[in-house]
C-alpha cells in the first residue's frame, strides 16, 4: 500500500463553479484563471473540467502550450504578457492573447513582423499599484498599439485591490471611466470577489479564479453560501495512535501538553505536502467523519489529531485535512492565510485523483 495521503478532485464540482458563475454574469465572456497549476488542482485537469469556459487565463507560456498541445481550442491569455521578446512567437504561433501591462511590451509588439494578430488586455492600474498603465497613460499605449499590426484588438483591463471588503470597487472603476477610451472599448474587471459582490464589474470578460475551484474569496463569507462546492479534499489517514498522559508534550518543542490523558492520531501529512505549518493547536480537522483539532507543530510529513473524543478513530481512519466538509479558508484562517495559498502550495509529492460522479 502506498501513502495514504491523496487530493480528490472532483471535475463535476467545477463544471457546476463554473455554472454560478454564468448564472452571475450572463452574456459574459468567461476567463476561467488556471494559473498556479490550476490553484493546485493540475492544470490540464482544471481546463478540462472548466471547458464550458471561454478562454483560459495562465501566466507562464509553458503552461499556455502545454494546454495548447493537449488540444485545447479555447483562448489562452498569458495573464503577464511577454516576459521577453522570444516569446511573441510562440504566442503567436500558438494563438494566445497577451495582456500588456509595460512599456517595454508595448515595443516588443510594435517591433513584432509577419505575426498572427493577437487580442490585447491593456492593464491600466486603476490603485492596486502592480501592473498597468495610469490612467492618463493609457490613451497614448492605445494609440501605439491600435497602429500594431499584431494586434487585432484591444480590451481594456483592470484588476481591483479591495473586492472583497468595504472599500469596494467603486473608486478604482471610477478612475477607470476617466479613460476617454473605455467607453468604446470592450472591459475586463472582475476577479472572483468583484464578480459576486459588485454587480456592476460583470462585463464583458469576467475572470474568476478562486471562486471556480470552489474556495471562497472572502474572508467572512463560506464558498457554500453563494452555492460553491470545493473541487479539492486533501485526505489522508492516520498511521498511529499514541496515549498521553497528563503533562506529557506532543512533537518538536512540545508546544502542547496534556493536562489529561488524550489520544493522538498521527496523520500522514505535513509541511512538506504543502499543509501549512504555521497552523497552530486547535486548526480544524476531520478524523472518521467527526471534527476534531490539530495539537503541536506541524512536522514535515506528518501531523497530530486529538482523537481523545472519537475512539473508533484508529490506525487507519480517515482523515480530511481540508475539503469535503472542512473549507480550505477554515484551515488557512488558522495558518494566518488565505485558501489561495494552501491550495497553491500544494506539493508536487501529493497524488491528484479524480473521482468521476
Ligand atoms: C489571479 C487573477 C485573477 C483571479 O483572481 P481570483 O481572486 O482567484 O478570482 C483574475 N485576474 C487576474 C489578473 C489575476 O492575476
Avoid at 478612475?175 to 470592450?186: E, M, N, W
Amino acid at each position: 500500500m502506498s501513502r495514504p495521503l491523496v487530493a480528490r478532485l472532483r471535475p463535476g464540482a467545477l463544471s457546476r463553479n463554473l455554472k454560478v458563475v454564468r448564472r452571475l454574469s450572463p452574456g459574459c465572456r468567461v476567463m476561467a484563471v488556471v494559473k498556479a497549476n490550476g490553484y493546485g488542482h493540475g492544470l490540464l485537469r482544471a481546463a478540462a473540467a472548466l471547458e464550458g469556459a471561454d478562454a483560459f487565463g495562465v501566466l507562464e507560456i509553458e503552461g499556455a502550450v502545454r494546454l495548447r498541445e493537449a488540444g485545447c481550442p479555447h483562448e489562452i491569455v498569458l495573464l503577464e504578457g511577454l516576459f521577453d521578446r522570444g516569446e511573441l512567437a510562440i504566442a503567436s504561433e500558438y494563438r494566445f492573447d497577451l495582456v500588456v501591462h509595460q512599456e517595454d511590451q508595448v515595443a516588443m509588439l510594435e517591433a513584432a513582423q509577419n505575426h498572427r494578430a493577437l487580442r490585447v488586455f491593456l492593464k491600466v492600474n486603476t490603485g492596486m499599484n502592480r501592473l498597468g498603465f495610469l490612467p492618463e497613460r493609457v490613451e497614448a499605449m492605445r494609440t501605439r498599439l491600435e497602429a500594431c499590426a499584431v494586434v487585432s484588438d484591444l480590451v481594456l483591463m483592470t484588476h481591483f485591490a479591495d473586492a472583497d471588503d468595504e472599500l469596494g470597487v467603486g473608486w478604482q472603476l471610477e478612475r477607470f471611466l476617466s479613460i476617454p477610451s473605455s467607453g468604446r472599448l470592450p472591459w475586463s474587471l472582475a476577479n472572483s470577489a468583484a464578480l459576486i459582490r459588485h454587480p456592476a464589474t460583470r462585463v464583458d470578460w469576467v475572470r474568476p479564479g478562486i471562486m471556480l475551484y470552489g474556495s471562497s474569496p472572502f474572508a467572512d463569507e463560506t464558498a457554500r453560501a453563494h452555492g460553491l462546492e470545493p473541487a479539492m479534499t486533501l485526505e489522508s489517514r492516520i498511521i498511529a495512535v499514541q496515549h498521553l498522559k497528563p503533562g506529557e508534550r506532543v512533537g518538536y518543542g512540545g508546544t502542547f501538553t496534556a493536562d489529561v490523558p488524550m489520544r493522538i492520531g498521527i496523520v500522514a501529512c505535513g509541511y512538506a505536502d504543502g499543509y501549512p505549518r504555521h497552523a497552530t493547536t486547535g486548526t480544524p480537522i476531520r478524523i472518521a467523519g467527526r471534527r476534531t483539532r490539530t495539537l503541536g507543530r506541524v512536522c514535515m510529513d506528518t501531523l497530530f489529531a486529538d482523537v481523545t473524543a472519537i475512539p473508533e478513530a484508529d490506525v487507519g481512519a480517515a482523515a480530511v485535512l481540508w475539503g469535503d466538509g472542512l473549507p480550505v479558508e477554515e484551515v488557512a484562517a488558522a495558518a494566518g492565510t488565505v485558501g489561495y495559498e494552501l491550495l497553491c502550495a500544494l506539493a508536487q509529492r501529493v497524488r491528484l485523483e479524480e473521482v468521476r460522479e
